[in-house]
């Protein structure tokens, strides 16, 4: 069975610090994964996948199959940075994480 | 990214009624996806949808929820007899061009 597991519910860091979002994932075969942000009040958006290996908004994550984890990474968080984050997982349907709210304090 | 828009954007029942949800995508989509999210929960899946027919279903998606596409455009989630649980947003979702799946602004159904 696929799961996500999003670890922190809660996530806050100062501007300008480093932060890291994780995220750990339980599949059998090849994953396809992702990290989305809601803003407040806003829908759900894709952030960054794996497969492309780019940095949005200074976000980078990695896929590690040894750890089986994918964490999401900024080195200077911002106060715009402030959102729900939710890892998922794409198996024909996809799944997210319980999601980390991100707290980004000046 | 296609727009999807969803309506209404607030909806106000009472315990009992028969609800519906609509999700209108820009362009045609075979593939389409309902999510749920209680307040202050996570993003839970509920359905998806492929050429006219339920592709898969979670646990969630019980007897007293169904989808349809009616006219071929517009997509519908349709709760028969609704609960105070049932309070939450609705998103749907479709296939985008650069994501694997482009949200709507979501539907926020309170049930008193």
């Known amino acids: 069975a696929q799961r996500v597991t999003q670890p922190e519910k809660l996530l806050s860091v100062f501007k300008g610090a480093p932060v890291e979002l994780k995220c750990n994932y339980s599949?059998?075969?090849?994953?396809?994964l992702f990290w989305y942000v809601q803003y407040s009040r806003q829908r759900l958006q894709l952030l960054l996948r794996h497969i492309s290996r780019e940095s949005i908004k200074g976000f980078t994550a990695d896929l590690n199959k040894g750890e089986t984890s994918f964490h999401l990474k900024k080195p200077f968080a911002q106060e715009e940075d402030s959102a729900m984050y939710y890892c998922a997982l794409n198996n024909n349907d996809m799944r997210f994480g319980a999601g980390t709210r991100l707290t980004v304090k000046p | 990214e296609p727009e999807v828009t969803q309506t209404p954007s607030h909806q106000v029942t009472q315990m009992g009624q028969e609800v519906i949800l609509r999700c209108v995508p820009i362009?045609?989509?075979?593939?389409f996806y309902w999510y749920r999210q209680i307040l202050g929960q996570k993003v839970e899946f509920l359905v998806s949808f492929y050429n006219n027919e339920i592709s898969e279903k979670s646990e969630i998606f019980d007897d007293q929820f169904s989808v349809e596409r009616p006219d071929g455009s517009n997509f519908t989630l349709k709760i028969r007899s609704t609960k105070l649980e049932d309070s939450a947003m609705y998103f749907c979702?479709?296939?985008?061009?650069?994501?694997?799946?482009?949200f709507g602004n979501g539907t926020r159904l309170t049930v008193t």
């Open positions: 599949y059998s075969g090849s994953p396809e």
């Open positions: 979702a479709c296939p985008g061009l650069n994501s694997p799946l482009h």
């Open positions: 362009s045609n989509h075979l593939y």
